[in-house]
C-alpha cells in the first residue's frame, strides 16, 4: 500500500522533488531556505535581497552623503563662499524633486479619493472613515501628550543660553485669532472655487479701520470715539493647496458617482486608469529620489552659518524633540499596531523605509503622499481601495509629529520666558495643538505657522525666531512621525476589514445549513470510515450504526 500524505497544512509543503533513488517527496518550505543556511546566505540570495532593497539602500546613502557633503562645505565657508547663485545651482536637483512629487499631488489626491470612495459601500465608507479619524485622533493626542510630558521633565528651555543670533525678518509672525483660525478651517473645508483651491487657501487677515463717533465697535454695546483704530478681519488667502477641500470634493464626489449606478461606471474607470497611471509615474520618479535627496539635505545644512554653535544653544530643545518623535514612531505606533493586529510592527515599517527617508529629505508629506501608497500598497499587502482612500486624509488631518512638537516648542518658550504653566494651561496647549494640526499645510514649515495659534492660546509672547532657527531639522523629524502615522493607520484599517469580512462569511454559512433540515445530504463514505473503525460493531449492524452516526 502506498502511505498518503500527510494532511497538514498544504501551504507549507513545497512541489515534489526527487531524490537520490529517484522517488519524488514533498519538502516542507522552510528547508528549502534552512538547507542553505536560512536568509540570504547563498550569493544568489544576497544579490536578490540588494536587488529587491536598492532603492532604500540608495536612499540611505544619498541622506548619510548629504549629511556629510553639507557638513563639509559649512566648515569651508558654507554658503558664504559658495553665494547666493551657487547655492541656489547646488541645490537645484533637489528642487527639481520637490517640483516633481508635488506636480502629481493634484492628480493623485482627487482621482484616488473619487475611485476609493466609488468603489466603497456607503455604510462601510462611514465605518473605515470613523475609525480613521478616531485612530488619527487618539495618536495625535498621544504625541501631545508626550510632547508636554518630555518638556516637563527635560525643561529645555531652563538652562537655556542665548547665544545664537537669527538673521532676517523670523520674528514678525501675523498672529490670529483661535476662533478665527478654526472658522478658516472649516472655510477650508468648502472651498468657494474648486480650481483656486488647487493652488490657494482661505486664510484671514486683519486691517485696522478708524471708527467714526457713533460707531459701535464689533462685539460692544458702547460707542467708540473718534479716530480709534480697531481691528478687522477681512478675507484673504495664502499661496497653498486646499488639500482639504480637495479631499472633501472628492469624497463627495465619488458618492455621488456612486450613486448614479451604471451610469457612473464609465467616469469611475476614468478616475481609477487616471491614477494608475499617476503610480507609473510616481514609480519613475521614486528612482531619482536619492539624487534630489542628497542635494536637499546638504542644501539645508550649508545654508545653516555656524552648526555647532546652535546646536550647542539649543541641543536640549532638539534633543527633546526628536526623542520625543523616536519614542511615538518606534514604541507607541508599532505597539498600537501590534496590540491590534498581533502582526510585528516593524516588519510593516520596512516596508515604508523608502517612503519614510524620502518624508526626511523633501520634509513635505503632501509630496511623500505618492511613495507612501506605493509601499503600502507593494510591500504590506494593503488593498488600493484602502490605502488611496485613507492616505491622502491622513496627510491632510493627520500630523502627530507637528503636534510632538508644537507641544514641546510652547514649553520650552513658556520656560524661556520663566511663565508657569498650570493644569488648565496644560490642557489647552494638548487640545489647540491636537485640533489646529487638522489641515495643517502638509508642506515645509507647515507646523510652525500654526504654533502662533497654541502661543496666542496660552497667552505667550509670539516670537518664534528660535524655532525656526533649528526647523530644519525638527520638521523632518515631524514629517517622518506624520507619514508613518498614516501609513499604520491604512494598515489597522486593512487588518480591519479584513477581520469583518473573515466574521460576516461565517452567520450566512450556518444559516445555510439551518434552512434545509428536512432533507439532509447524504454522507460521504469518507466521514463515515472514521465512525466505524473508531467504534467496530457486528457487521449485521453496520447500517444501524451509520444511520445513527449521521442522525
Known amino acids: 500500500m502506498v502511505a498518503d500524505p500527510p494532511k497538514g497544512d498544504t501551504k507549507l509543503l513545497a512541489a515534489a522533488e526527487p531524490t537520490a533513488n529517484g522517488v519524488s517527496t514533498l519538502v516542507p518550505k522552510e528547508d528549502r531556505g534552512t538547507a542553505g543556511g536560512g536568509g540570504c546566505s547563498s550569493p544568489d540570495q544576497v544579490r536578490s535581497c540588494l536587488r529587491a532593497n536598492l532603492l532604500v539602500l540608495l536612499t540611505v546613502v544619498a541622506v548619510v552623503a548629504g549629511v556629510a ?22 541645490a537645484f536637483p533637489g528642487e527639481l524633486l520637490l517640483r516633481m512629487l508635488r506636480m502629481i499631488i493634484l492628480p493623485l489626491v482627487v482621482c484616488s479619493l473619487i475611485g476609493g470612495a466609488a468603489s466603497l459601500d456607503p455604510s462601510a465608507l462611514g465605518r473605515l472613515g470613523a475609525w480613521a479619524m478616531l485612530f488619527f485622533l487618539v495618536t495625535t493626542l498621544l504625541a501631545s501628550a508626550l510632547g508636554v510630558g518630555l518638556a516637563l521633565v527635560l525643561q529645555p528651555g531652563a538652562a537655556f543660553k542665548a547665544s545664537v543670533e537669527v538673521g532676517g525678518p523670523t520674528t514678525n509672525v501675523p498672529s490670529k485669532e483661535v476662533l478665527d483660525s478654526f472658522l478658516d478651517l472649516v472655510r477650508n473645508i468648502f472651498p468657494a472655487n474648486l480650481v483656486s483651491a488647487t493652488f490657494r487657501s482661505y486664510n484671514t487677515v486683519y486691517e485696522e479701520k478708524e471708527v467714526s463717533n457713533g460707531t459701535k465697535g464689533p462685539g460692544s454695546e458702547t460707542d467708540i470715539s473718534n479716530g480709534t483704530k480697531v481691528k478687522v478681519p477681512v478675507e484673504g488667502q495664502v499661496e497653498s493647496m486646499n488639500i482639504l ?35 507609473v509615474l510616481v514609480s519613475w520618479i521614486m528612482w531619482y529620489a536619492p539624487v534630489g535627496i542628497l542635494f536637499l539635505v546638504a542644501s539645508k545644512i550649508m545654508e545653516m552659518e555656524d552648526v555647532g554653535s546652535l546646536f550647542t544653544s539649543l541641543g536640549k530643545y532638539i534633543l527633546c524633540c526628536l526623542l520625543g ?27 515604508i523605509v523608502t517612503a519614510l527617508i524620502t518624508a526626511f529629505g523633501t520634509s513635505s508629506s503632501s509630496a511623500t503622499l505618492p511613495l507612501m501608497m506605493k509601499c503600502v500598497e507593494e510591500k504590506n499587502g494593503v488593498s ?16 502627530d509629529g507637528a503636534a510632538l512638537f508644537q507641544c514641546v516648542a510652547v514649553v520650552f518658550l513658556a520656560q ?47 516670537d518664534i525666531s528660535l524655532i525656526l532657527a533649528v526647523d530644519w531639522l525638527v520638521d523632518r523629524s515631524c514629517t517622518v512621525i506624520n507619514v508613518e502615522g498614516d501609513a499604520f493607520g491604512a494598515g489597522l484599517l486593512q487588518h480591519y476589514v479584513n477581520r469583518t469580512e473573515s466574521r460576516n462569511s461565517v452567520p450566512k454559512l450556518i444559516h445555510v445549513k ?3 433540515p428536512l432533507d439532509p445530504l447524504p454522507v460521504p463514505a469518507e466521514e463515515v470510515n472514521p465512525f466505524l473503525k473508531r467504534y467496530p460493531g457486528p457487521a449485521g449492524d453496520a447500517d444501524t450504526f451509520e444511520k445513527e452516526s449521521v442522525m
Open 69 to 90: 557633503l553639507g557638513l563639509g562645505v559649512s566648515v569651508s565657508g558654507g554658503a558664504r563662499a559658495l553665494g547666493p547663485a551657487r547655492l541656489a545651482a547646488f
Open 245 to 279: 477641500g480637495l479631499v472633501v470634493f472628492a469624497i463627495a464626489f465619488g458618492l455621488a458617482l456612486r450613486k448614479l449606478g451604471p451610469d457612473g461606471e464609465p467616469l469611475i474607470r476614468f478616475f481609477n486608469s487616471f491614477n494608475d497611471a499617476t503610480m
Open 325 to 351: 518623535h523616536a519614542i511615538h514612531g518606534l514604541v507607541l505606533l508599532p505597539l498600537i499596531y501590534f496590540l491590534f493586529t498581533r502582526k510585528n510592527p516593524y516588519r510593516f515599517l520596512w516596508g
Open 384 to 399: 488600493k481601495h484602502i490605502s488611496r482612500f485613507i492616505l491622502p486624509i491622513g496627510a491632510t488631518v493627520n500630523m
Open 416 to 462: 524661556l520666558y520663566k511663565t508657569s504653566l498650570d493644569f488648565v494651561k496644560i490642557i489647552t496647549i494638548l487640545v489647540t495643538a491636537t485640533a489646529s494640526s487638522v489641515g495643517a499645510a502638509g508642506i515645509p514649515a507647515g507646523g510652525v505657522l500654526t504654533l502662533a495659534i497654541i502661543l496666542e492660546a496660552v497667552n505667550l509672547p509670539v
Open 514 to 516: 439551518s434552512e434545509a
